[in-house]
Structures are given as C-alpha cells and as structure tokens.
C-alpha cells in the first residue's frame, strides 16, 4: 500500500523553526517529484514548495529564503526546513508525489494526511 506521512508539525513562536518530514512507504520516492502544500483556515489550498527528481526546487515568493526543501532518498523521505516562522505561516503543511514538479493539485496522484503548524506571534 501506498502511503506518505507527514511529522514534525507543532506550534513554533514567530521567528522560530521546524522541520516537517514526508516519510513514503509502498513505493520509493527516488523517481517522483515531491511538494509541500499548505491549507490555512478558510483559505484554500496552495503550493509552498517542490522538488523534482533531479533535485531542482520550486518555491513560492512568500517562503523564499525561508524554507528549504530537501529529499533522503536514502530515507525515502522528504523534509522542509521552515525557519524564520511568520504567524501567517500557520496552516496545515500536506506533501504529495506525483510524476513531475507542478503547483497543480492535480498533477499528484499521492498525498499524505497532513500535519499542523501554528506559528504564535
């Protein structure tokens, strides 16, 4: 069966960190990009970052310089390092896996159940 989990949510104060892993099991991460999206109370869901394959990287203008997206291949996981943490961080951080880097929903045919991060001002 295929499965993405995610960890490492939890509430952080603004300027904080956390590192969010995405753990695959019943497939290997190796060949599929990778993204973190993020759905923040009554808002919709949006991209944050991704990062294909060939470990090229993609991240919207509100993260950059502030999160960083990385992959363990080794540890079939995938991890995003947020630091500097806003209070309009604070969200719900989802991971997905499909077979390219794209910021449509849809092109991910894998999604994890989510994990929480309140960031406090």
């Known amino acids: 069966q295929v499965h993405l989990v995610e960890s490492g949510g939890g509430l952080a104060q603004s300027g904080g960190s956390l590192r969010l892993s995405c753990a695959a099991s019943?497939?290997?991460?190796?060949?599929?990009?990778i993204a973190w999206f993020r759905q923040a109370p009554g808002k919709e869901r949006e991209i944050v970052s991704c990062?294909?394959?060939?470990?090229?990287?993609y991240y919207v203008d509100s993260v950059k310089g502030r999160f960083a997206i990385s992959r363990a291949n080794a540890e079939n996981t995938v991890y995003l390092q947020m630091n500097s943490l806003k209070p309009e961080d604070t969200a719900v951080y989802f991971c997905?896996?499909?077979?390219?880097?794209?910021?449509?929903?849809?092109?991910?045919?894998?999604w994890g159940q989510g994990t929480q991060v309140t960031v406090s001002s």
């Open positions: 019943g497939f290997s991460l190796d060949y599929y990009a």
């Open positions: 997905a896996a499909g077979p390219r880097s794209s910021w449509r929903e849809k092109t991910y045919a894998y």
């Open positions: 990062i294909n394959s060939a470990d090229a990287t």
